[in-house]
């Protein structure tokens, strides 16, 4: 099973900027569909953004425009850049793939001035 690893969480202010980052292991993450997920407690599970093999990316309307999926198949690594933001991007976020059968261990954004 593929593991995966995030980091780049923290506490910023309304408006500011971060970037997640998520290393997989193995040697096929270049052909792997990844994902960004978010949740906050009591609700549910959001896919935020989506990126192909080929670097085509998908996002939720709450943050298209704000947040850009990206991949670096030199470095098994899948990054969040999260621009503008707003405290509703609160929460836990979760890289995942592939396929969604392989999860990180989450890392918590908070908004708040």
């Known amino acids: 099973q593929v593991q995966l690893v995030e980091s780049g969480g923290g506490l910023v202010q309304p408006g500011g900027s971060l970037r997640l980052s998520c290393v997989a292991s193995?040697?096929?993450?270049?052909?792997?569909?990844m994902n960004w997920y978010r949740q906050v407690p009591g609700k549910q599970r959001e896919l935020v953004a989506q990126?192909?093999?080929?670097?085509?990316?998908n996002y939720a309307v709450s943050v298209k425009g704000r947040f850009t999926i990206s991949r670096d198949n030199a470095k098994n690594t899948v990054y969040l850049q999260m621009n503008s933001l707003k405290p509703e991007d609160t929460a836990v976020y979760y890289c995942?793939?592939?396929?969604?059968?392989?999860w990180g261990q989450g890392t918590q954004i908070a908004i708040s001035s």
């Open positions: 990126i192909s093999r080929g670097g085509a990316a």
């Open positions: 193995g040697s096929m993450f270049s052909i792997y569909i």
């Open positions: 995942a793939g592939p396929q969604d059968n392989s």
